[in-house]
């Protein structure tokens, strides 16, 4: 079956969507993600990024975040983004938190039925793990083991579960802890929610990210995925979908996105 269009108000008012960008992605990443699910929640994305971009902050309606991070790929860079995440998250009055990246594209209806089914006043890690083990650090000289939810395929936390993060990395302090273990943000985060708050990531293997091949998702099981991505590296890793061509659509989601929403605007004249 295919959802009807979803109508923004009524979807998702609890969540707070975080997409992590950054300033030479803006013109190349962003522009399929505001004309496919960003139309979907408008009112719940906001883009974490490093540089000001009018434009940007014109077509998003003023949803743009400038972290004055560093524009770097550095572990510092990306955990201080996250942790501005969540300290803008905390802020809000939001039930829920998602963090994305800027090649993920977020099945809003399917995101929204995921969060119905929690209490965001219990303490939720929600994610896709991407190593077949967990990750095993030394901290205090002892050997330790966790888990961590893979950024690059989304995932999301309750309010109560940032809450009492907050002491321990918000504020900033995230990045003190990804120098202290010399792990990106999302094992930082994996860190502190697994390893000092003793919380378990609950697996959702409907996030996906492009360390996955992406045509192995099948299509009749489209709608019931909360996130896909791609990747167009020497070997390109895309969702396998019909519909727009590959240089008009070279990422997919132009044509994933009619294939959900075949009534959409932009889907309409194709
Ligand atoms: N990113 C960033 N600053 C950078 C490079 C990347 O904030 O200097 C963000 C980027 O926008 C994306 C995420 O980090 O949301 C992952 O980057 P990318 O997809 O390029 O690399 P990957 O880690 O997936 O190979
Ligand atoms: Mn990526």
């Not at 522009?31 to 902050?57: C, E, G, Y």
């Not at 492009?210 to 099948?218: A, D, G, N, V």
Request: proline share 4%.
């Amino acid at each position: 079956f295919q959802h009807i269009l979803p109508v923004d108000d009524d979807l998702l008012e609890k969540v707070f969507i975080t997409v992590k960008t950054t300033g030479r992605n803006h013109l190349t990443r962003l522009p399929v993600i505001i004309r496919t699910w960003f139309q979907l929640a408008k009112k719940q994305t906001w883009f974490f990024t490093d540089t000001n971009d009018q434009h940007l902050s014109q077509v998003t309606g003023g949803h743009v975040i400038n972290t004055n991070c560093s524009a770097t790929h550095s572990r510092r860079a990306l955990c201080c983004k996250m942790s501005v995440e969540l300290d803008v998250f905390l802020e809000t009055k939001k039930k829920w938190f998602c963090h994305v990246d800027d090649d993920n594209y977020v099945n809003v209806p399917a995101l929204d039925e995921l969060l119905k089914m929690y209490n965001p006043i219990g303490d939720w890690y929600l994610g896709r793990t991407s190593t077949p083990k967990p990750l095993q650090i030394r901290a205090k000289s002892q050997k330790t083991t966790f888990w961590f939810a893979t950024g690059g395929a989304g995932f999301c936390l309750s309010r109560a579960l940032v809450l009492k993060m907050a002491p321990i990395s918000g504020n900033g302090k995230l990045m003190a802890i990804g120098d202290r273990i010399g792990l990106p943000d999302d094992v930082s985060v994996g860190y502190v929610i697994e390893h000092l708050l003793k919380i378990q990531l609950t697996r959702v293997e409907q996030f996906h990210s492009h360390l996955e091949p992406m045509r192995l998702i099948k299509k009749d099981l489209f709608n019931e995925q909360l996130t896909f991505s791609y990747s167009l590296d020497n070997e390109p890793n895309t969702v396998d979908v019909d519909g727009f061509n590959e240089i008009t659509d070279p990422t997919r989601f132009l044509s994933l996105h009619c294939f959900l929403f075949p009534e959409a605007s932009s889907c309409v004249e194709k």
